[in-house]
């Protein structure tokens, strides 16, 4: 199992909650930098107040061996032609340690964020994955590129817009993934699945991972090195004291997941459907603050992983280890020793 670092990843300032550490651009080649060198597999972004491909770009001119993955970038805002080639230059920079992991983002984000028309996204993020792959090609072979599906109808190639081949040209797509039907595309046409927080190891087995091999089986693919990536909620402190208040802000934010609808079939799964549902009225109704009261400790301890430094790596392997490929887990930098601390945490959990 690979272990993975979500940037930022630096010294928290006093007061400051985990949950609230913005990313600083100014700091991400550092921090890249401390991710190599506590040993980590790989460096991640995601795409919320900064460009994921400028934050890599930044962090693979720092960096020599972690692999770098987008976890995730908006796919549809953006044209295919338009990621394949930001793909492609990070690809480059990084001489092959690039994924690309790309999610749909929900309707009312598409529509009212991006001003973009909605479509459903499980065959229009299929048809986003071939289109890549065809303009990759035609860059790679200098086969002609004559891509055409319901959502993209390309044809036009020409010399001054065409980049160099590449010396590692098989760049990976994973999909963010929550229900079966997204899960089948992964299967169908990418890479590996980056499992959303709220997918516990049940959900995975269970829901997850046979839509999985039911569209790799579609697409008669073998599916050899096909990668599940887990992002876990995760509440770990020195001692149990100073633990309750990180449980309490991933409480929250187990409460938040709930209350979106497009979740509701994981929360489902695990018995807790009626509580998301109750969780969708209270954020309809804007009434956040009332939300994390109704998570109780059984339905935490479903979606989170929370325990010491001492506890937390066993727990984590004990909860993911048959069922991940890649697992992202950090902690904040409160003091000198902390680094030491998450240092042997990386080297329990890849062991």
């Not at 700091?27 to 900064?50: H, I, N, P, Q, S």
């Not at 991006?114 to 499980?122: A, E, I």
């Not at 959303?196 to 090195?225: C, F, N, Q, S, W």
Request: with cysteine.
């Amino acid at each position: 199992m690979k272990i993975e670092a979500l940037l930022p990843l630096g010294k928290l300032d006093p007061g400051v909650r985990a949950a609230a550490m913005p990313l600083d651009i100014a700091r991400v080649a550092a921090d890249a930098r401390l991710a190599e060198e506590l040993g980590y597999d790989g460096v991640l972004t995601e795409e919320t107040k900064e460009d994921p491909f400028i934050v890599l770009a930044l962090a693979a001119q720092a960096t020599s061996r972690v692999s770098l993955a987008t976890a995730v970038a908006v796919a549809f805002p953006r044209s295919p032609a338009v990621t394949a080639l930001s793909a492609w230059s990070l690809a480059r920079l990084s001489k092959g340690r690039f994924t690309l992991g790309l999610g749909s983002q929900v309707k009312g984000h598409i529509e009212r964020r991006y001003g973009m028309r909605w479509s459903p996204p499980g065959p229009w993020l299929r048809d986003y994955v071939g289109a890549l792959r065809a303009i990759w090609a035609s860059w790679q072979n200098g086969t002609k590129l004559d891509y055409h599906s319901e959502h993209y109808t390309l044809s036009l190639m020409v010399p001054l817009f065409a980049p160099a081949p590449l010396e590692h040209p098989d760049i990976r797509v994973e999909l963010a993934a929550v229900n079966p039907y997204m899960c089948q595309v992964a299967g169908e046409v990418a890479d590996g699945i980056r499992a959303h927080p709220v997918a516990t190891p049940r959900y995975i087995a269970e829901v997850m991972l046979p839509a999985a091999r039911k569209g790799m089986a579609k697409a008669g693919r073998d599916g050899i090195r096909f990668t599940m990536c887990v992002m876990p909620l995760v509440a770990t402190a020195p001692d149990l004291a100073a633990l309750a208040a990180a449980v309490e802000d991933v409480r929250a934010r187990v409460a938040f997941y709930a209350s979106t609808p497009t979740y509701l079939a994981a929360f489902e799964t695990d018995g807790h459907g009626e509580t998301a549902k109750q969780l969708q009225a209270l954020s309809r109704a804007q009434r956040w603050e009332e939300m994390p009261a109704l998570v109780s400790d059984e339905m935490l301890d479903t979606y989170a992983v929370s325990g010491t430094h001492d506890e937390i790596a066993g727990k984590l392997k004990a909860r993911y280890g048959a069922l991940a490929t890649h697992l992202e887990f950090t902690m904040p930098l409160a003091a000198p020793a902390d680094a030491d601390t998450l240092r042997s945490l990386i080297a329990e959990l890849r062991r």
